[in-house]
């Protein structure tokens, strides 16, 4: 006998239902369309099939400001899948630990600059590493590294990295409070057990702790993935869209952005931009799918 659906439920999702159709699938749907098309100069769009696609990744000009995009996102995701989770899992586990006093305080602070704009954020730090006007270079003199201050973002070999760090800065509060929330549901009972065996507290985090928040670490790190090919408004807001010195902050976003809108003598093309497009969500799509494939069932098996 085939169980009916109670209507309750079907009228609690109906409004978030609509709500993701109108604002996230059917717009997905309509740039997978526009890819295949392509925008004449009257503005008549012709069927070209996966042309555009083949202009992005094997036209000379098109091919190389892509994959000079693709791996400047890639160097972005790793900065901060390899400084700032390490650094949230440090912070939540110093947080937790009963012992400190004004923990409630330290995560208010380090978690207050994730509230506050990107374009605010990228401002103020513009203005602390001009070497014109900003206080770089004194506050590192009082740590002696004065000699080390450099034009951190007006240099090619630094400006992403320094961008990178700045929005570690920002976002470590996320993972941390994540990190912080699967360490305090770790069962007290085990932790005491182990206490009782006279194991030390760091071999408790590495052998029963850390193994049992190992999916929280996986969310994070998917999480981190997603929200770094998704990055745009620090890059905008601090190098602008043509993501200088010499592209050498450009990433996907930023690329989307001038190919779709243009940009100073750049002309703009909806077709070519969603082609872009597709291909950042192809890309996203192809992580979260080898994520959820090769490291989520072994997590679910562990847990087992």
Known sequence: MQRKVPWHILVFLAPALLIYSVFSALPLLDTLRLSFFTTSESGHQTFTGLANYHTILFDPEWSHAFWNAMWNNCKFFLLHLLIQNPIGLLLATL?????????????????????????????????????????????????????????FLGDEGSALITLALISVWQFVGIPMMLIYAALLAVPEDIVEAAHVEGASSLRIFWEIKLPLILPTLGLVTILTFVGNFNAFDLIYSVKGAIAGPNYSTDILGTLFYRTFFGYQSQIGSPTMGAAVATMMFLVILSGVGAYFFFIQRKLQRFEL
């Open 95 to 151: 947080l937790s630990l009963k012992s400190l006093k004004g923990a409630k305080t330290y995560r208010t602070l380090i978690f207050l600059p994730t509230l506050l704009s990107v374009v605010i954020i990228g401002f103020i730090w513009q203005l602390i590493l001009s070497p014109l006007w900003g206080v770089g270079e004194k506050l590192m003199g009082f740590a002696g590294l004065a000699d080390y201050f450099a034009p």
